[in-house]
């Protein structure tokens, strides 16, 4: 049985996962508003599984960027556990981004996996909007080897990812070198079983290193016996999907129009890793 080192792992460590970005963008106040009549909210955050509290930010696309348009917000955030049925009202935290006011929800419930949340926003003018979040379930990872040589390819293998209903999955492989680790989400295989929802991806030490390093170091990149540890790491994001397929692949701001666009999606995810011994 090979030795798996697994934990949740923080979602701070993806870059890569600015599609997932709480940040407003920086914008002044020549942005103009989408309508000046009908009601439009953007609703926007991450449901991170077994991590306390959850955030729900909410912009009104009605009003100017200015700190005065935005020090108000005209909206009352509730989420429902639909396993449960229990509704929770989220409170409002007020943070000063840019000198714009941005209104982050608060939500201290623990959320899990498999489940199916519902936010539901409601405005004092009768205004209401709302979106089910549905979490990815926990998957099991399998090692096929727990020691490799430099040139060795490992796969991991995933169960419970369900990519057609709009899960994602994004790994990512890494060696040390100077004490700094570096990773690539290149994987060298990658098998998708959609009857059994698993996924199997893989790598090889010394692939991983030829891909982050190949072009920076002339012509040469790395060998296994140059790495600071001796180990390979992998590590992965599961992202659950909103109820109706949708995704956050609109952005925020359209620089060509200059205007705030609508966006409304959130979504739950959890991390894991594993290492991989690199045999000398």
Not at 34 to 42: F, G, L
Not at 60 to 87: G, R, V, Y
Not at 219 to 231: E, K, L, R, Y
Request: proline share 4%.
């Amino acid at each position: 049985m090979p030795y798996v080192h697994f934990m949740i792992y923080k979602v701070s460590f993806f870059s890569l996962l600015c599609i997932f970005s709480l940040s407003l963008i920086s914008c002044d106040s020549t942005i103009r508003p989408i309508s000046d009549q009908d009601p439009s909210y953007s609703i926007y955050g991450t449901l991170n599984i077994g991590e306390t509290p959850n955030y729900i930010r909410v912009h009104d696309n009605s009003s100017f960027l200015t700190p005065e348009s935005t020090l108000e917000l005209d909206a009352t955030i509730f989420i429902t556990n639909l396993n449960t049925n229990f509704t929770t009202q989220l409170r409002d935290s007020v943070v000063v981004f840019e000198s714009i006011y941005t209104h982050n929800f608060i939500y201290d419930s623990q959320i899990t996996h498999g489940n199916r949340y519902k936010v539901l926003l409601e405005s004092e003018s009768g205004y209401r909007d709302s979106l089910v979040s549905i979490t990815p379930a926990r998957t099991e990872l399998t090692l096929s080897r727990d020691a490799v040589e430099c040139d060795q390819l490992f796969t991991v293998e995933l169960t419970n990812i369900d990519l057609n209903a709009g899960e994602q999955l994004i790994a990512e492989a890494g060696i040390e070198l100077s004490n700094t680790w570096y990773w690539t989400n290149r994987e060298f295989v990658r098998s998708y079983d959609s009857e059994n929802n698993t996924l199997i991806v893989g790598w090889s030490p010394a692939e991983v290193s030829r891909e982050i390093f190949a072009g920076g170091f002339g012509s040469q990149f790395p060998f296994c016996n140059q790495f600071t540890s001796d180990v390979v790491r992998f590590r992965y994001m599961h992202i659950g999907y909103m109820e109706g397929g949708k995704t956050n692949a609109d952005p925020l701001y359209d620089p060509d129009e200059g205007i705030q666009l609508y966006r409304k999606v959130v979504l739950g995810r959890y991390g894991g890793e594993a290492e991989v011994d690199i045999i000398p």
